[in-house]
């Protein structure tokens, strides 16, 4: 899975933020798994404050300008991320900034939710997006499935997406719990 699947497994299930202790915290986590370091068996937890941690950094990182107060829930076998975000601002900062009809419709900050189930078992995940609301407006189903395809596969190829995708590094499988994540790492 490498170093870009242990922040996607930080990214799916977290967007957002708490304490830098937290922080390092998990990347010291996530670099035991990455290096092997675990012995079969292992249980790694990874909070929900650790993840926040995490995802505000990377989010921070990535896009400076295009999303704010960004925070997570945990349930179970759920991830639901929130925050206020700019589309017009991150399809600038891609390079592809929208023509006039699409950047008055995408411009402006917006409260985005989306809320997705994530299964795993057998050293596989998979993570089914259920619902997107943007400004309270609910996005699911069929629609929903378009705009995944349609637009998200298309600017990110080799996201995952309602399919299943190895975790790597001996993972056997992830706990989504209310509170936190444990990693199960295999034999």
């Keep these: 899975m490498g170093g870009r699947g242990i922040a996607a497994i930080g990214t799916t299930l977290a967007l957002f933020a708490t304490a830098p202790s937290d922080y390092r915290t998990v990347v010291h ?29 990377e989010v921070a990182a990535v896009a400076p300008d295009g999303v704010r107060d960004p925070h997570l829930e945990l349930g179970p076998g759920t991830a639901t991320a929130t925050a206020l975000i700019d589309l017009g601002k991150l399809r600038r900062a891609q ?10 419709l995408l411009d402006g900050e917006r409260p985005v939710t989306i809320t997705a189930r994530i299964q795993s078992s057998g050293g596989t995940a998979t993570v089914d997006v259920k619902e997107v609301q943007i400004s309270g407006v609910v996005i699911e189903g069929r629609l929903l499935d378009f705009l995944i395809h349609s637009y998200v596969m ?3 190829p080799s996201a995952k997406v309602g399919e299943p995708f ?12 209310p509170s936190a994540v444990r990693v199960v790492i295999g034999r």
């Design 29 to 57: 986590k996530f670099s035991l798994i990455e290096h092997d370091r675990l012995k079969p068996g292992s249980r790694v937890v990874l909070t929900s404050a650790e993840l926040n941690a995490y995802a505000r950094r």
């Design 154 to 156: 298309q600017a990110y």
């Design 95 to 104: 390079g592809k900034p929208p023509g006039p009809i699409m950047a008055y």
């Design 166 to 177: 190895a975790l790597g590094h001996r993972i056997e499988r992830l706990d989504v719990q």
